[in-house]
């Protein structure tokens, strides 16, 4: 196997605003180290608002501070992205793996502004996003990955969590049970059961905090091979 096995490989990740800077540093330095290439994607386009628009700007989003890691008045991290890196334009045939990323840029994306929905589920379903990555979910030679809040996007589909075998971030957790998913837990080694750390149920992969990026990527990086084969 090449010390690159993910050579010719495509890693998409998905973030807004709120995403944490050291994660994003992870998928973009370790999945390039692995030989993938990586784009990171939102949702740009709202209304007219995309390119063309006489107010158009380039998209950038701006990371989380965390007053635990870091001093409260520092200045969050950008995050900038290309004009096509929306929803719209996305092609997931062009992809290996999905990942959402941590915490609340999930939550974010599940805005709507759809004004004739039929009832409040497709509603909530109409988000660019989260029609995306349920598209995701359809496609079981592409892994999904999802961290720490991540399967926030995957909740207005209750179904597609249904019978998942997952692990999430505490404050997530009642509603991906609500979901019908089953939250793993383990031993953690002084007798304790606590939530997993990283659990790979099949295309889909997930991670309990931002701690457990590295296995995380590690895990998704396993899928793709067995899906595709190493370079």
């Not at 330095?29 to 709202?46: E, K, N, P």
């Amino acid at each position: 196997m090449s010390n690159k096995p993910l050579t010719g490989r495509k890693v998409a990740v998905i973030v807004e605003h709120k995403f944490i800077p050291e994660e994003i540093a992870a998928y973009r330095d370790c999945f390039t180290l692995l030989g993938a290439s990586v784009d990171f994607i939102s949702r740009l386009y709202y209304g007219d608002y995309k390119p063309g628009s006489p107010y158009w700007r380039q998209a950038v989003f701006y990371s989380d501070v965390d007053p635990t890691d870091m001093e409260p008045w520092q200045s969050p991290e950008l995050c900038r992205m290309n004009d096509d890196m929306d929803p719209t334009k996305i092609n997931l045939d062009e992809y290996d793996a999905l990942i959402q990323s941590a915490n609340y840029t999930s939550v974010r994306l599940r805005y709507t502004e759809v004004t004739d929905a039929a009832d409040a589920r497709s509603f909530v379903q109409s988000a660019p996003m989260v029609r995306l990555f349920a598209e995701a979910m359809k496609r079981k030679d592409l892994v999904k990955g999802a961290l720490c809040h991540g399967l926030w996007t995957l909740t207005p589909h209750p179904e597609l969590l249904k019978g998942r075998r997952v692990t999430c971030h505490t404050v997530v957790m009642a509603d991906i049970l609500n979901c019908g998913a089953e939250v793993v837990f383990e031993e953690n080694g002084d007798g304790k059961r606590t939530p997993a750390r990283v659990v790979a149920d099949g295309d889909l992969v997930t991670g309990f905090s931002k701690h457990e990026v590295l296995p995380f990527i590690d895990a998704i990086a396993a899928g793709i091979i067995a899906r595709r084969g190493a370079a």
